[in-house]
């Protein structure tokens, strides 16, 4: 069972993401896919964040040859 939930917002926000909505979309949509694109952004981030900031050590192991 889905709960509707209201999230208040200022004018211009709603205005915001009003033209953020493709027509037809619905904003529940349009908020679950900019979570979405959130998580994403967030985790590059973080993983440029580990790569600036990590010590790493390479691994030496033989790959199978395929040919």
């Not at 959130?38 to 981030?45: A, S």
């Not at 033989?62 to 040919?67: E, H, L, N, R, Y």
Request: charged share 40%.
């Amino acid at each position: 069972m889905t709960a509707t939930k209201r999230i208040p917002v200022s004018e211009g926000v709603w205005e915001d993401i009003s033209e953020l909505k493709r027509p037809g979309q619905t904003f529940d949509d349009l908020l679950a896919q900019m979570v979405e694109q959130e998580k994403k952004r967030r985790f590059l981030e973080e993983m440029d964040r580990i790569e600036a900031e990590g010590d790493f050590v390479e691994l030496d192991f033989a790959v199978p040859d395929t040919d």
